[in-house]
Structures are given as C-alpha cells and as structure tokens.
C-alpha cells in the first residue's frame, strides 16, 4: 500500500530509503543467504511469487545443489530452482514493524520485479530471530 501511495517501485523506494533502512548486495547475496542458513541449520522463511501466486517455505534448508546458472534447494519438502543469470540485483531490507526491525535480503530481476525474499523464521508477534538477523548483516558485510 505504501508504494501504491506514494506511487514508487520497490527497488526505488528502497534506493529512497536510504542505508539504514536498506542497502543494495550483489545478486550473489541470495546464494550466499541460503547457503549459511542451511549450513548454520537456522529456519528461514522464503517467499516466491508473480503475479499469480506467491509460494512460501518456512524452515531449514539441506540439500543446496548449485548446477551451472542454477541454484537448487532439493529437500523432501521444498524444491526451489533458482536461475541466478536472472537476478540483477539483491537488497538488505530492514522494516520497522510493532515486533521491531524485521530484516530481509530480497532478489530482483532486470526488469525490477521480486524474484524472491528470506527472511528469519517468525510469526505476527514475535520478535526477529537474533541468529537470522546476524547471518543477514554478515552476508551484508
């Protein structure tokens, strides 16, 4: 709703935002997050859309198969197949919300639309998983 208000895309509201709020990583920032959450074991929460449908997984990640331009979440309960030629960007994000700051790292295509966003497993009412919070800024380092 906010960037429908202030009508602005999502990449620009972030380049708006400014580096405490949100800084730009290189693409290679979504392999580098699921690789240290799955070898840390720590629970995450990726969600996958378009305009149709949004896909979401919540918990650890294992079995992470890089093959040429993809990398592949193949866990019996999750199958992710990421093209990484087709991300052209990825972000650090932190969002105030009533739980506190809530962080994110979220991969963009060329065209500025949202391939996907991880953030640290958590439900409305929980604060941000401190484990999560510190594996994000470390791949933000």
């Known amino acids: 709703p906010m960037l429908r208000r202030f009508d602005v895309?999502?990449?620009?509201?972030?380049?708006?935002?400014g580096p405490?709020?949100?800084?730009?990583?290189?693409?290679?920032?979504?392999e580098r997050t699921l690789s240290a959450a799955g070898a840390g074991a720590l629970p995450i929460m990726?969600?996958?859309g378009n305009h149709g449908c949004i896909q979401i997984h919540t918990g650890e990640v294992k079995r992470l198969v890089p093959m040429g331009e993809w990398?592949?979440?193949l866990d019996p309960s999750f199958?992710?197949?990421?093209?990484?030629?087709?991300?052209?960007e990825a972000?650090?994000?932190?969002?105030?919300?009533?739980?506190?700051?809530?962080?994110?790292?979220?991969g963009f295509d060329p065209?500025?639309?949202?391939?996907l966003m991880v953030f640290g497993k958590?439900?409305?009412?929980?604060?941000?998983?401190?484990?999560?919070?510190?594996?994000?800024?470390?791949?933000?380092?």
């Open 9 to 17: 895309a999502r990449q620009q509201a972030l380049r708006l935002a």
């Open 20 to 30: 405490h709020w949100a800084r730009r990583l290189p693409s290679s920032a979504i």
């Open 46 to 48: 990726i969600f996958v």
């Open 71 to 73: 990398f592949n979440v």
């Open 79 to 88: 199958n992710l197949h990421l093209r990484t030629t087709g991300l052209a």
């Open 91 to 106: 972000w650090l994000v932190r969002k105030p919300t009533e739980d506190g700051v809530v962080t994110s790292i979220e």
């Open 111 to 115: 065209e500025g639309e949202v391939v």
């Open 122 to 141: 958590r439900k409305p009412g929980q604060p941000e998983d401190l484990g999560w919070r510190e594996l994000a800024e470390g791949i933000a380092a």
